[in-house]
Each structure stands twice: as C-alpha cells, then as structure tokens.
Nanobody, 123 residues
C-alpha cells in the first residue's frame, strides 16, 4: 500500500505563487508516474500536470502551461507542483496521484491518491 500526503495549499492573491508537495510512502516511488489533478466546485476533476518515473517527460494542461512546473525528487520520495502567476480560476482542491504501471502520463488509471489540499486564489 502506498500513501500520498499533500501539503502546501493555502490562500494566495492573484499573481502569487504556491508550491505543493506530495510525499509518498514506500520504497518504490521511482517506479510511479506521478500526477497532479484538481477539482473545482461543480466541475469535473482535471489532470493538471504529470511526470514520468525518471522525470524525463512531463505533461501540462493548456490552462497551466508556462505557469506551473511539476518535478520530483526520487531520493526524497516527493513530487512537487510549483504554481506561479496564480489566477482565481486555479482555485480548487489539488490532489496528487501515482500510476504504478504507467510509463507515460495518463488521464486515467491512477492507483493511489492523496487526500487533497485546498488552493484558493483571491482576485
């Protein structure tokens, strides 16, 4: 069993920055593709960013390209989402997810999920 614990959410003004962290338990972090999803009230959950096992490939939703950066530290079993130039429409619960079998960033098929962390961007 893998546990994912997010941290770093909070309230920030538009234009500000936050860095989310996702700490994973277990010794096989390097075999997981990792991703960040978000869900705003009344909206479907969407894939925001993803990163392959070795960090060699990343994916970003069009809405966050150029503003968000996903990274991972395999020695620390942690994935990160650096969010800059935040907008009110980025307000959502952000969750990290681990895909045990995936070798690319997928929209579905994630095996483990964190509990989520709230990000609120005020205008």
């Amino acid at each position: 069993q893998v546990q994912l614990v997010e941290s770093g959410g909070g309230l920030v003004q538009a234009g500000g920055s936050l860095r989310l962290s996702c700490a994973a338990s277990g010794r096989t972090f390097t075999s997981y593709t990792m991703a960040w999803f978000r869900q705003a009230p009344g909206k479907e959950r969407e894939l925001v960013a993803g990163i392959t096992r070795d960090g060699g490939r990343t994916y970003y939703a069009d809405s966050v390209k150029g503003r968000f950066t996903i990274s991972r530290d395999n020695a620390e079993n942690t994935a990160y989402l650096q969010m800059n130039s935040l907008k009110p429409e980025d307000t959502a619960v952000y969750s990290c997810a681990a895909d045990v079998m995936g070798t690319v960033v997928r929209v579905t098929g994630y095996d483990y999920w964190g509990q989520g962390t709230q990000v609120t961007v005020s205008s």
